[in-house]
C-alpha cells in the first residue's frame, strides 16, 4: 500500500553535509499524495527518534537536535521528501528510516522505510 525508499546515507567527517532521500509511492499516496512525511533516527542501543516531519501543505518540524542544522522538504510532483543535514557531529550517527502515517479504520498506521546509515566521523 505504501512504498518508502531511502537514498543517500553515507560516512560523512564532522561539519560535513549529507542530504537524504525518500522517494513514496504506493497505492495510498496515489490517493493521498499529501500524506504527512517524515524522518526518525536510531542509533545503536537506542530508540528511534523523530528528526523532522513536513505535513503534506509543507508545515515543517523539528526536534531540538536537529534545529538550525536541518532540514526537511518535500517535491509532491515527485512524492520524494529530503533532509538537508549540516554540520554534522558524530552523536548524529544512526540509521535514519522515512515515515508515513495513515489514519484508516479508526487508528494510525506507521510505515516505514528500510532505513539509511548515516555515520559521522569525528
Known amino acids: 500500500q505504501v512504498q518508502l525508499v531511502e537514498s543517500g546515507g553515507g560516512l560523512v567527517q564532522a561539519g560535513g553535509s549529507l542530504r537524504l532521500s525518500c522517494a513514496a509511492s504506493g497505492s495510498i499516496f496515489s490517493t493521498n499524495p499529501l500524506l504527512p512525511l517524515g524522518w526518525y533516527r536510531q542509533a545503536p542501543g537506542k530508540q528511534r527518534e523523530l528528526v523532522a516531519r513536513?505535513?503534506?501543505?509543507?508545515?515543517?518540524n523539528y526536534a531540538d537536535s536537529g534545529k538550525g542544522r536541518f532540514t526537511i522538504s518535500r517535491d509532491n510532483a515527485k512524492n520524494t521528501v529530503y533532509l538537508q543535514m549540516s554540520s554534522l557531529k558524530p552523536e548524529d550517527t544512526a540509521v535514519y528510516y522515512c515515515?508515513?502515517?495513515?489514519?484508516?479504520?479508526?487508528?494510525?498506521?506507521?510505515?516505514w522505510g528500510q532505513g539509511t546509515q548515516v555515520t559521522v566521523s569525528s
Open positions: 515515515n508515513t502515517r495513515v489514519f484508516k479504520l479508526g487508528n494510525w498506521h506507521d510505515y
Open positions: 513536513i505535513s503534506g501543505v509543507g508545515t515543517t
